[in-house]
Nanobody
């Protein structure tokens, strides 16, 4: 079992920045991918960014981004703290959503962002943290 707790959400004006954190606990050594997803009211959950963290495996450290956030968002992970981050810059109103952290323990490395950002791949989820961007 892996437990995930997000923090860092809030309200900002367009052009502002936020950094989200996701603290992982439990059987974290089993995690291969960690990702950030977001879901706005009435919309499907979409993948934002992911990172492959299986230490020693081919592809270790690979990062993946949705086209809509490339160049603005950065995903990173602190192994010592078992914490995942999402640095979000140049935020826009369309970035407003509940942001959820997710972990996968079942899949090996793929180079495809489409695979790494697919919500059905992840088997552990946090409760989410709300991000609201005003114009």
């Amino acid at each position: 079992q892996v437990q995930l707790v997000e923090s860092g959400g809030g309200s900002v004006q367009a052009g502002g920045s936020l950094r989200l954190s996701c603290a992982a606990s439990g059987y974290t050594s089993s995690v291969n991918y960690m990702g950030w997803f977001r879901q706005a009211p009435g919309k499907e959950r979409e993948g934002v960014a992911a990172i492959y963290i299986s230490f020693g495996s081919i592809g270790f450290g690979s990062t993946y981004y949705a086209d809509s956030v490339k160049g603005r968002f950065t995903i990173s992970q602190d192994n010592a703290k078992n914490t995942l981050y999402l640095q979000m810059n140049s935020l826009q109103p369309e970035d407003s959503a509940m942001y959820l952290c997710a972990a996968d323990t079942a899949h090996g490395w793929y180079s495809s962002a489409a695979f790494a950002l697919r919500r059905t791949m992840y088997n552990y989820w946090g409760q989410g943290t709300q991000v609201t961007v005003s114009s």
